[in-house]
């Protein structure tokens, strides 16, 4: 499977003339070498989560910190970590300020920023293992999805997150005890500012190998993306569905919808004006006037619905459920306003049954 996908990546590669992946594998899944009962359950702390908001001071995030680290994990070596994703580039950090070891590698853009605070963390653990440190480690990383995904694993078959498994069982084989602690970000305590300078510096940082293994969710995601922003240029450049385009100028907006299949079908007519009106039949050389056979002016998607005399009463009824709802009474926001378009398909139902 992994082949094909290889395959088809390339592919998609060739096709659109991307080479800015920087990276030649997609992640396999990491089989773990002990059996999930027998594995170290990892220990993940995230409890300061819970006493700390956006609302709090920076300063008391720091009184609280400081308070937790001592009354739980003093006597430990710290390392914090830190990814980073910019416009430009990813990138990882490891810091140790006991040791002073301070690392920082750029990574593919097209890792997700849960990805790269995942392989922050692996990397602290693998410096870990290479390193002489024998005592209890505390990793500090401010990634609450990534400390999340570490401790419910079993939930999250990812080839990162079993490795930081492996990795951390390993360690504990070793007596070697790890905690991974969240830290929170961007207050101004000291590890966490220093590894994301280092982070920031890795993303910046162009020289990237290109062997890195890219989990099959980013790939995904960027691929998704990629083929998304393609059909938007070429939405873009062509000058055909100008109506339509009025209401949504870009692939990437989205239209609000009914929830019938029939509602949805009318909305779509109306917003591209592709609709059996005869402004469109004539268009089309299906009739020979475009005139509407009430008012003696063209039939458009507009008249039909902001002043056509023979749907004033309707009209009346969509008005004041417009109204009701307290929005415009135009034709952007009775083909765009989630709050009016089933009356705008009731509207239609009662005039013309169907366009
Ligand atoms: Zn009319």
């Known amino acids: 499977m992994y082949a094909l996908i290889n395959e088809r990546f390339s592919t998609f590669r060739t096709f659109t003339h991307v080479n800015a992946l920087s990276c030649e594998n997609i992640a396999g899944n990491v089989i773990l070498s002990t059996p999930p009962w027998a594995t170290s359950l990892p220990n993940v702390d995230s409890s300061l989560s819970l006493s700390i908001s956006k609302e709090t001071s920076p300063k008391t995030v720091i009184v609280l910190f400081k308070d937790h680290i001592s009354a739980n994990y003093e006597e430990r070596t710290e390392i914090y970590t830190d990814g980073s994703k910019t416009e430009t580039g990813c990138g990882y950090s490891v810091y140790v300020p006991a040791q002073n070891i301070s690392i920082a590698c750029p990574l593919p853009r097209i890792l997700s920023i849960f990805s790269v605070e995942l392989i922050a963390i692996k990397h602290a653990l693998l410096w870990v293992r290479q390193s002489q440190v024998t005592t209890k480690v505390a990793i500090f990383s401010d990634s609450l999805s990534a400390l999340d995904a570490i401790k419910h694993s079993g939930l999250y078959h990812t080839a990162l997150v079993n490795e930081i498994i492996e990795l951390n069982h390993q360690l504990r084989t070793a007596e070697i005890t790890i905690s991974f602690v969240w830290v929170p970000g961007h207050s101004g305590i000291r590890g966490n500012e220093s590894a994301d300078q280092l ?111 023979k749907y004033r009463y309707q009209r009346e009824r969509l008005r004041r459920h417009a109204e009701s709802k307290n929005v415009n009474f135009d034709m952007r926001t009775l083909l765009t306003d989630p709050q009016v378009l089933r009356y705008v398909v009731e509207y239609v139902r009662s005039t013309r049954g169907i366009l």
């Not at 939405?235 to 239209?255: E, F, I, N, W």
């Not at 089309?284 to 475009?290: A, K, L, R, T």
């Open 199 to 309: 982070a920031r510096a890795g993303a910046a940082n162009t020289h990237i190998r290109r062997n890195h293994a890219i989990p099959l969710a980013d790939v995904r995601s960027y691929l998704l993306k990629s083929c998304k922003d393609e059909w938007d240029r070429i939405y873009q450049s062509t000058d055909t569905g100008r109506a339509y385009k009025d209401l949504r100028p870009s692939v990437h907006d989205r239209l609000s919808e009914v929830d019938t299949r029939l509602g949805n079908s009318i909305l779509l007519r109306l917003r591209t004006t592709h609709c059996r009106l005869n402004h469109h039949l004539n268009k089309i050389g299906c009739i020979d006037s475009q005139l509407c056979e009430a008012c003696g002016i063209e039939e458009t998607v507009e008249h039909y619905l902001m002043n056509c005399r």
